[in-house]
């Protein structure tokens, strides 16, 4: 099986060459660089799988850089690294085509989790929808051709856009998700009437998913929605 090609961007030489080494010797293929300004031509050069991004690099950060990668690539999975825990910050990430977000300091498991995360991710989803059986969503269990939503013994039963926008959400679950996309699935226009129904229909799925903790679904502003489910 060919290894798995990252193309790592660190200016903290320490920092990368312990997640250099710590990646490489658990089969993965690392290209490091120190320099925002020459990350496009290696990516260019290497044809990486993944992309891991520091945020804060000298000439230019890892948002202009994936900015550039989205220009030439719109598939390859990003992750972005960062000291910088602000909203503001996670948002723009996702804004720019980012598929995950790691805060420093991170263990390397989480970074090896989450990079294994945005490669499934980054799989054609539909074949997941089609799967006749529950679907495991955190601590629920998703019935969706049942429209149930199962905790325990708790069943909330779904209305059908109910369970049809998760459905939508579990599959494009770690993308942005334009909000014109689910209203034309859902509703087959983009109206502000139909867009006011999504904004409740949002709310309501928090509130079904609230007791787990590790479920979100994130509003990116003026786009859309992240789903970490």
């Excluded at 690099?57 to 602000?86: M, W, Y």
């Excluded at 991170?106 to 059986?133: C, Q, W, Y």
């Excluded at 129904?197 to 994130?218: C, F, H, M, P, Q």
Aim: charged share 30%; net charge neutral.
């Amino acid at each position: 099986m060919p290894k798995i090609k990252i193309l790592y961007v660190e200016d903290e030489l320490f920092l990368g060459k312990i997640v250099k080494e710590s990646l490489e010797s658990r089969g993965f293929e690392v290209l490091m660089e120190n320099d925002g300004a020459k990350a496009l031509s290696s990516f260019t050069r290497l044809c990486p799988d993944v992309c891991v991004l520091d945020v804060m690099l000298p000439n230019k950060d890892g948002f202009e850089i994936a900015e550039e990668i989205r220009s030439l690539d719109k598939e390859v999975p990003i992750l972005f690294v960062t000291a910088k825990g602000r909203t503001e910050d996670v948002v723009k990430g996702f804004t720019l085509g980012g598929n995950d977000y790691i805060r420093k300091p991170f263990s390397m498991e989480e970074m090896i989790v989450r990079i294994h995360n945005t490669l499934r991710s980054k799989e054609a989803p539909s074949t997941l929808a089609l799967a006749d059986g529950p679907i495991n969503i955190g601590k629920y269990s998703f019935v969706w051709k049942r429209q149930l939503l199962v905790l325990g013994e708790e069943q909330r039963k779904l209305s059908f856009r109910e369970n049809e926008l998760l459905k939508y959400l579990y599959v494009y679950r770690d993308r942005v998700i334009d909000r014109k996309d689910i209203l034309q699935l859902l509703w087959g226009n983009d109206s502000f009437f139909n867009s006011r129904n999504l904004d409740v229909y949002i709310t309501k799925l928090r509130s079904y998913l609230k007791a787990d903790g590790s479920l979100e679904i994130i509003t990116i502003k003026g786009v859309g929605y992240r789903c970490i489910l």
